[in-house]
């Protein structure tokens, strides 16, 4: 059995889009709560909040992903000078 997922240009761009609104609200709403909870409860400034959870997280993670990539390619089977 088959399921038939029509592509963007089948179902009109609106409804295409419209999947993806919610996307932003969640998105907006970690860094609203990310930045506020510290600031509200341990009463830090929303400077320090911001950059000291959500801007810190991030470039923290993003690091973290590039180390596994780099040690994949360097101990794995396909290396980068290939």
């Known amino acids: 059995m088959t399921t038939q997922c029509a592509g963007p240009r089948k179902?009109?761009?609106?409804?295409f889009l419209s999947f993806y609104r919610y996307y932003y609200l969640l998105?907006?709403?970690v860094i609203i709560l990310?930045?506020?909870?510290?600031?509200?409860?341990?009463?830090e400034s929303l400077r320090v909040s911001f950059f000291g959870v959500y801007v810190?997280?991030?470039?923290?993670?993003?690091?973290?992903?590039?180390?596994?990539n780099s040690a994949a390619h360097l101990y794995g089977t396909r290396p980068y000078s290939v």
């Open 56 to 68: 810190f997280r991030t470039v923290f993670l993003y690091n973290i992903t590039w180390l596994v």
């Open 27 to 29: 998105y907006s709403t």
């Open 11 to 15: 179902q009109g761009i609106s409804e």
């Open 34 to 43: 990310t930045t506020a909870l510290p600031w509200l409860l341990w009463g």
